[in-house]
Every structure is written in structure tokens, then in C-alpha cells.
């Protein structure tokens, strides 16, 4: 890191909390101890004394992993609970990004992994075909911290069946995110080019996914109703 950024009031620094990398802006402030926050919304921020050390930072940053990954999880599971009250309250479901009847629906569960399963090979076909490589196993999981994961040596991926919620270009974009993996492992320099030359709107849909699946089934239909009144902002 440059020395010069050392200096100044605010700062981002990285930390790698459950295979993703989390951005945390850290604020020198007159305070004795540093202070990690993690609020409702995600963010993470640190705040340290005015004489510390970036270097300092990020080492207490990279010590508390657990603790982040803890707190983002109790933040993640809290939101999907509200989400699902939403859903019950409302009688619709997003899915595929579009808001359907859920009055007649049992498990909605059931229903995004029956779906997910549905779409999943015929997009895995597509994109591998595309980049040239070839995953030995696919997995469906409901999971609440990340979208998909890969252990490389063994070519396996899972994905996580929430993913059904979302317009299938977030699924196509986690599959391609997935794959890149196989050709590079970490999320250096050479994974953000891949997944640049494989799916160029990666960094839009990446946004997409950081907001409730409702919350963009619904953009998503006001804007086709302006589209049929030939709105124009
Ligand atoms: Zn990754």
C-alpha cells in the first residue's frame, strides 16, 4: 500500500471473510482502541486511533475474520426471515426476478431448488462451452453467506438455490464466477479479467445480488411498465 494513503483520515482496506473479499472503511478518529462495527445493511467499518498504522488495521482485521463472518451471518439470516415474512404476507414470491402466486405454494424452498435444478444444466452447458472448461459436479444448497462456491481440485461447485429468486443472469453469473475458478483460484487480478471477458455486466449484476430478490422483482416491474408507457427519464 502506498505510503501516502497512510496518512489520511479514511481509508478502504480488504479482508477475506468466508471466501469473499469484504471491503472495510477505516476512519482515524480520536479514539483509543479500534472499534469494528458491522451494521444491518452489511457494511463493516473500522475506526482507530489518530497514530495507528494501516498495517495495524488490517492485522486487526485479519484476526477477526471469525468475528465478521459471525456477525454477517446473524445480519443475513435475520434478513432472509424478514424477507420470508414479506412473502407470506403478501401472497407472492420472487422467482426468476418476477414476483408469482404464492397462495397455493407449500415449501418455497422446494420450490427454488426444483427450479434451480430446472435451469441449472442448461445454463452450466451454455457457459462451459463458451469458456472451455468443465466442472465434475454440481451441487444445490440453501445457503445463507455466499452464492456459489468451488473447491477447485475436485471441480466441484455448489450453488445456492436462493439464487432462483433472482433473474437468470445472476445465475449465469454466479456459474461463470464458479468456472472461472477452475482456471484461477483466488480472486486476484487475472480472476476479475476472466470473469470480465466471460460475463462483461458482471460488476451490475454483482450489485443486483447485494439487493433482496423482492426489491428487484419489483424494479425490475415498474420499469417494464414505464417501458409500456414509453416513459423516458
Ligand atoms: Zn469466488
Redesign the pocket.
Given at each position: 500500500m502506498p505510503r501516502t494513503r497512510d496518512t489520511s483520515a479514511t481509508c478502504t482496506l480488504m479482508v477475506e471473510v468466508s471466501?469473499?473479499s469484504i471491503p472495510v472503511v477505516v476512519t482515524r478518529k480520536r479514539v483509543k482502541n479500534l472499534n469494528l462495527r458491522v451494521r444491518s445493511d452489511e457494511t463493516v467499518s473500522l475506526s482507530i486511533p489518530m497514530g495507528a498504522s494501516m498495517a495495524t488495521a488490517q492485522n486487526f482485521l485479519n484476526r477477526r475474520r471469525t468475528w465478521i463472518a459471525a456477525h454477517l451471518e446473524r445480519i443475513r439470516t435475520r434478513t432472509q426471515q424478514r424477507q420470508e415474512d414479506a412473502d407470506a404476507a403478501a401472497g407472492t414470491i420472487p422467482l426468476w426476478g418476477e414476483l408469482v402466486d404464492a397462495s397455493t405454494l407449500d415449501s418455497t424452498d422446494d420450490l427454488y431448488r426444483r427450479e434451480l435444478a430446472r435451469r441449472l444444466p442448461l445454463v452450466v452447458e451454455r457457459v462451459e462451452e463458451h469458456m472451455g472448461v468443465h466442472a465434475l459436479s454440481w451441487q444445490l444448497r440453501r445457503m445463507t453467506s455466499r452464492w456459489?462456491?468451488?473447491t477447485p481440485a475436485r471441480r466441484s461447485i455448489r450453488m445456492n438455490t436462493m439464487l432462483a429468486a433472482y433473474p437468470p443472469a445472476c445465475l449465469e453469473f454466479v456459474v461463470t464466477?464458479?468456472l472461472?475458478?477452475l482456471i484461477e483460484p483466488s480472486?486476484n487480478a487475472r480472476?476479475h479479467e476472466l470473469l470480465d471477458r466471460f460475463c462483461p455486466r458482471n460488476r451490475d449484476i454483482a450489485a443486483m445480488l447485494k439487493r433482496s430478490a423482492r426489491e428487484v422483482a419489483v424494479a425490475r416491474s415498474s420499469t417494464t411498465r414505464d417501458e409500456g408507457r414509453h416513459v423516458t427519464r
Open positions: 471466501g469473499a456459489g462456491s468451488c464466477h464458479e472461472c475458478h480472486h480472476f
